[in-house]
């Protein structure tokens, strides 16, 4: 039973559970992987490549954004990103946008992560939205961001994180994190 739950990629504390607590540890099934006990290879995480595409430092910074922003008491205000798939050969990659007062979060298909590419996915979500619903956007510094003037000719502030401060559009990242499990 335990050997087959661990090639289901069950854990041992999920394989232990409620009807084996008290009669069997959790910790004596690590040991006895790391002994080899069973015929399981260990899936771990997968290495990421290393980003290639460069990073930029113009444009205005997160900081400089309007103090309602930060108090999400008004819907205009937009967090920016892109998600890339790491399944299969597909590479998949979406551009997605969430709004900081009510979380509304829109996912839109792009064919690569260019600059281009997300520009067409931010005229994509400004067309389909009325125009009185932007009012600031807030990205990272990934070069799919180096539009941004563009964007402002649309009457859109845009703004950027800090770089390495993933938590500063924390909004955004754990709706990517949602997205990433489906």
């Known amino acids: ?9 069950w854990s041992p504390e999920q394989i232990v559970g409620p009807e084996l607590k008290g009669k069997l ?20 995480k997968t290495a990421k490549t290393k980003e290639t595409r460069g990073k930029f430092n113009i444009g205005k910074s997160i900081s400089e954004r309007p103090e309602e922003v930060k108090k999400k008491e008004v819907f205009e205000h937009w967090e920016l990103d892109s998600v890339v798939s790491s399944r ?3 590479k998949a990659c979406f551009a997605t946008f969430v709004e900081l007062k009510t979380r509304f979060y ?14 067409e996915a931010i005229k994509q979500l400004t067309s389909n939205i009325p125009k009185e619903a932007f009012k600031t956007f807030t990205s990272d510094r990934g070069k799919e961001f180096s539009y941004w003037k563009k964007v402002e000719e649309m009457g859109i502030d ?12 924390g909004c955004n990242e754990n709706s990517n994190g949602l997205l990433r499990e489906f």
Not at 1 to 9: F, P, V
Not at 25 to 44: A, E, P
Not at 106 to 119: F, G, T
């Open 1 to 9: 039973m335990i050997e087959s739950k661990l090639c289901e990629r």
């Open 158 to 169: 845009f703004y950027f994180a800090d770089p390495y401060c993933s938590w500063q559009r």
């Open 106 to 119: 829109v996912a839109i298909k792009m064919p690569d992560r260019s600059k281009n590419s997300m520009l």
């Open 25 to 44: 540890s959790f910790k004596t099934i690590y040991n006895w992987l790391y002994k080899n006990f069973f015929d399981v290879s260990r899936k771990g």
């Open 88 to 90: 299969g050969e597909s």
